[in-house]
C-alpha cells in the first residue's frame, strides 16, 4: 500500500471518526435536552391536574366524585389538560376516563403520598410518559393517570437523525475527495523524489528532482541533488581512472612487447651460434640496451605505484648543497650528450623528500636532454619561498605546440613518439613528476615556444607529513 493511499485513508477516517462523534453527541445532546423539558412540561400540566383535584376536594364535599369527574371534563372540552389520555378512579370505580382506556393499560407502580410515579411508554400509539399519583377525598384514594404524547419528541429526534445522517453522507464524500487532494499535494514531491532515485538507480546519472519549496522536502531534495552530484561525480572519476587504468595497460603491453620482441629475437641467434663477432656484439649491445630500458620502464612503473599515498616525511636540506650533489650526478651523462648543464640556488634551507625530488629534477633534465638534436644548455634554478621552494629547469630545445602541454603529464603520452621510443622513452616520466609534486602539496607547469625551448616550473611545499630536522 502506497504512502499517498495510506494518508488518504487516514485522513477519510479521521474526518469520518471526529464527525461521526460529534454528530452523535450533537443529535443524541439536542435529543435528551428536548426530551427533558417535555417531560417538564408533562409534570408541569400533571401538577396543575392535581392541583384542581385537591382545590375541588377541599372545597366541595369530599364524597362528591362527580364534582371532580366533571371538572375533568370541563378542562378536556376546554383543552387544558394536554393529555394524550386521563383515568380517575376510587378504588374499582372508573369516575373519569378520556381517550383510550389501552393507553393506561400499562403497570405502573403506586407512589407514595404526595408523590407521583413517571413511566416512558412506547406502543402502538407512539411515545409517551405514564404519570401516576394518590389522592385522598377523605378516606377514599383517588388514584389520578394520565399519559402525556411524547411522540413529536422522538419524531423530531428521527428528522434530525435523517438530515444528520445526509449532512454526515456528503461530509464522508467530500472529505474523501478532499483527502484525496491533500494528500497528492502533500506526497507530490515525496512522490518526485521516489520517480528520480529510480531513474538514478536505473542508470540515468543526470537526473534530479530540482524542488524549489522551502519546506522540508525543497531541503531534502536539494540534500539529494547534493548527494546525487557527488555521486555523479565520483562515478565520472570512477570511470575516467577505469578508463586510464585500461589505457595505461594497453600502452604498457605495447611498450613491452617492442622490446620483448627484439630481445627473444636476437637471444635466439646468440642461441644458434652461427654468426660473426660484429653481429654477435651488437645482438648482445641490443639485449643489454633493451633490457636496461625495461628496468628502466619498471622502475618508474613501481615509482607511480609507490607514489599512491597521501603523506611523505620531508627533510630540511640546503638548497644549494642539494642542487649540487644533482649536478654532479647528471653532469656526465649530459657532457656525453654535448648538453651544457648550469646549476643556481639560494643558499637557504628548505624541506622536502629528496629522493623523490631527485627523481624529479632527473626526469625533467632527461626530457629536456631529449628534446636536442645536437646539444644545448639545460638550467636548473632552485629558490626558496614562503613555506616551500621553487626549481626551475629551462632548455633551449625543440620546444612544442600549446595543444601539446596540457597532455604531457599523462602516462605513457609522447610529444613525439618514434623518438621518444628510440631514445628509450615511455612517456613516464612526467607522469611521474606530476604526482611527486602533488605529493608535496604543489604544482607543476609548463611554458614552451617551437624551436626554442621550454621552462617547466615546480612548485614544492614542506607542509606535508612531518619534518625531520
Not at 67 to 81: F, I, P, R, Y
Not at 233 to 256: C, P, T, V
Not at 358 to 364: A, G, H, I
Request: charged share 20%; with cysteine.
Amino acid at each position: 500500500m502506497s504512502y499517498r493511499l495510506k494518508l488518504t485513508i487516514t485522513i477519510s477516517l479521521l474526518i469520518a471518526i471526529s464527525f461521526g462523534i460529534g454528530g452523535t453527541l450533537m443529535t443524541t445532546t439536542s435529543f435528551n435536552r428536548t426530551l427533558e423539558q417535555e417531560t417538564q412540561s408533562a409534570l408541569s400540566a400533571f401538577e396543575n391536574i392535581q392541583n384542581t383535584l385537591y382545590l375541588l376536594n377541599s372545597l366541595g364535599d369530599q364524597t362528591d366524585f362527580q364534582s371532580l369527574a366533571d371538572a375533568l371534563k370541563q378542562m378536556e372540552t376546554q383543552k387544558l389538560g394536554q393529555w394524550q389520555a386521563l383515568s380517575l378512579k376510587a378504588g374499582d370505580d372508573q369516575l373519569f376516563l378520556s381517550g383510550s382506556g389501552e393507553m393506561l393499560s400499562q403497570h405502573i407502580p403506586s407512589p407514595a403520598e404526595n408523590q407521583c410515579t413517571l413511566l416512558p411508554v412506547s406502543d402502538n400509539y407512539g411515545h409517551g410518559l405514564l404519570v401516576k399519583s394518590i389522592i385522598f377525598a377523605g378516606t377514599t384514594e383517588l388514584e389520578v393517570l394520565a399519559r402525556f404524547d411524547l411522540s413529536h419528541v422522538y419524531s423530531l429526534r428521527d428528522t434530525q437523525q435523517r438530515q444528520y445522517l445526509i449532512i454526515y453522507s456528503a461530509v464522508i464524500v467530500f472529505g474523501i475527495v478532499s483527502s484525496v487532494v491533500l494528500s497528492f499535494v502533500l506526497t507530490r514531491h515525496l512522490h518526485r523524489l521516489t520517480v528520480t532515485v529510480r531513474k538514478i538507480t536505473g542508470g540515468d546519472l543526470s537526473r534530479r528532482s530540482q524542488i524549489g519549496s522551502h519546506d522540508e522536502f525543497g531541503q531534502l531534495s536539494r540534500d539529494f541533488d547534493a548527494m546525487a552530484d557527488n555521486l555523479q561525480e565520483n562515478i565520472s572519476k570512477l570511470e575516467s581512472d577505469m578508463q586510464r587504468q585500461e589505457s595505461f595497460m594497453g600502452a604498457f603491453a605495447h611498450e613491452l612487447k617492442t622490446p620483448m620482441t627484439s630481445i627473444i629475437g636476437f637471444a635466439d641467434l646468440l642461441r644458434q651460434g652461427n654468426m660473426d663477432e660484429n653481429t654477435r656484439i651488437m645482438a648482445a649491445d641490443y639485449i643489454y640496451s633493451e633490457g636496461k630500458r625495461l628496468e628502466r620502464l619498471s622502475f618508474k612503473l613501481l615509482d607511480l605505484l609507490l607514489l599512491k599515498k597521501d603523506t611523505v616525511s620531508m627533510k630540511r636540506v640546503w638548497l644549494n648543497t642539494y642542487l649540487a650533489e644533482v649536478e654532479r650526478a647528471l653532469a656526465p651523462n649530459m657532457k656525453a650528450k654535448n648538453i651544457r648543464l648550469v646549476c643556481k640556488a639560494d643558499s637557504k634551507r628548505v624541506a622536502f623528500e629528496a629522493d623523490l625530488v631527485k627523481s624529479l629534477l632527473y626526469n625533467l633534465v632527461d626530457n629536456a636532454s631529449k628534446a636536442m638534436d645536437t646539444g644545448g644548455i639545460i638550467a636548473i634554478v632552485g629558490t626558496a619561498i614562503p613555506g616551500g621552494c621553487q626549481f626551475q629547469v629551462v632548455d633551449n630545445g625543440r620546444g612544442m605546440e600549446q595543444e601539446e602541454l596540457t597532455k604531457i603529464t599523462e602516462a605513457f603520452y609522447r610529444v613525439d613518439k618514434a623518438r621518444s621510443r628510440s631514445q628509450g622513452g615511455a612517456g613516464l616520466g612526467l607522469a611521474l613528476c606530476r604526482q611527486i609534486a602533488e605529493l608535496h602539496n604543489g604544482s607543476i607547469q609548463f611554458a614552451s615556444v617551437p624551436e626554442k625551448g621550454t621552462r617547466v616550473t615546480v612548485t614544492l611545499y614542506g607542509k606535508v607529513g612531518h619534518t625531520d630536522e
